[in-house]
């Protein structure tokens, strides 16, 4: 199998342009049988019929997201700093990874508005589906703290991210762009055809929510997610300091999407289209 040796694109080319993969036929045969035993919403992509799975699939994601997330700062509260600053921040780390694994071939798994704006400026997903996409993961966000407040209580402030002690407004917004710059890069990054790690990418994303939350958590408490900061704002009943988590992640998203052009050129190839939509097979027949 050869790989490609350079960058994703080369001069005037696009990510539609890329070099395709060359695979052995039985390689191809394996694949093909693999994709076949998919259900047919996770194969048929552009099939509205089955839109409410995908949408289920990132509520559903998100709820287990947020669960961690929010619940890791909630139970720290409880127990009075039982659960550890590394621990609440690898908790959600470990979360997207297993949610990508086990689900990320119905939906893609963006489990984050602005991965779903990402991959919709790359024209790797369609805007259509922006929506629905961001409703589910609002929703999913919102579910889980209300779990959380039901059986904690206001705790934590049911997981609300908020710049820590010592740290403003300004500064938490500027760390929030920085990582979410970081996030979606790797998230676009593993998307390109050069990169493709197929599933395998859920590590890659995991690690560096993991990385984030380490050094970062302290000043703003390293959300990166618009929805992860949404679901505890709500249910709190205190929105005063949500244009934090939206301005930053957005702010960081544009960035990021910039950032993909410059190395990879334009978007709307095929190779991150698949996987925005959750295929991660992106192998393509060619005889060598």
């Given at each position: 199998m050869n790989l490609p040796s350079g960058g994703d694109s080369g001069p005037g080319r696009g990510?539609?342009?890329?070099?395709?993969?060359?695979?052995?036929?039985?390689?191809?045969?394996?694949r093909v049988e693999l994709l076949a035993r998919q259900p047919i919403w996770a194969r048929d992509f552009d099939n509205l019929s089955y839109e409410w799975r995908r949408l289920f699939s990132e509520l559903f994601g998100t709820f287990l997201l947020v669960l961690a997330g929010a619940g890791g700062a909630v139970l720290d509260a409880r127990t009075q700093g039982g659960i550890g600053r590394a621990a609440a921040v690898t908790a959600p780390g470990l979360t997207v990874?297993?949610?990508?694994?086990?689900?990320?071939?119905?939906?893609?798994?963006?489990?984050?508005?602005?991965?779903?704006?990402?991959?919709?400026?790359?024209?790797?997903?369609?805007?259509?589906?922006?929506?629905?996409?961001?409703?589910?993961?609002?929703?999913?966000?919102?579910?889980?703290?209300?779990?959380?407040?039901?059986?904690?209580?206001?705790a934590g402030q049911v997981g609300a991210t908020v710049p820590g002690p010592g740290f403003g407004a300004t500064q938490?917004?500027?760390?929030?762009?920085?990582?979410?710059?970081?996030?979606?890069?790797v998230i676009l990054g593993t998307a390109s055809t050069a990169q493709n790690i197929g599933s395998l990418s859920g590590f890659g994303v995991g690690a560096y929510?993991?990385?984030?939350?380490?050094?970062?958590?302290?000043?703003?408490?390293?959300?990166?997610?618009?929805?992860?900061?949404?679901?505890?704002?709500?249910?709190?009943?205190?929105?005063?300091?949500?244009?934090?988590?939206?301005?930053?992640?957005?702010?960081?998203?544009?960035?990021?999407?910039?950032?993909a052009y410059i190395l990879r050129g334009p978007g709307g190839g095929t190779a991150a289209s698949k996987s925005a939509r959750?295929?991660?097979?992106?192998?393509?027949?060619?005889?060598?």
């Open positions: 990510e539609a342009e890329r070099v395709e993969l060359v695979v052995r036929p039985e390689q191809l045969t394996r990874l297993a949610v990508i694994l086990f689900m990320g071939a119905v939906s893609g798994a963006h489990l984050n508005p602005v991965v779903s704006l990402a991959f919709a400026l790359r024209r790797d997903f369609e805007w259509r589906r922006v929506p629905g996409y961001v409703l589910a993961q609002l929703a999913g966000a919102t579910l889980a703290c209300l779990v959380l407040r039901a059986t904690f209580g206001t938490a917004v500027v760390v929030e762009g920085l990582l979410t710059l970081g996030l979606v890069s929510i993991v990385l984030a939350g380490l050094w970062a958590s302290p000043v703003s408490g390293a959300s990166m997610n618009p929805a992860r900061s949404f679901g505890p704002d709500i249910i709190g009943g205190d929105v005063g300091g949500l244009w934090i988590y939206l301005l930053g992640p957005a702010a960081g998203t544009l960035l990021a999407v910039a950032a959750g295929t991660l097979t992106t192998f393509t027949a060619k005889k060598p």
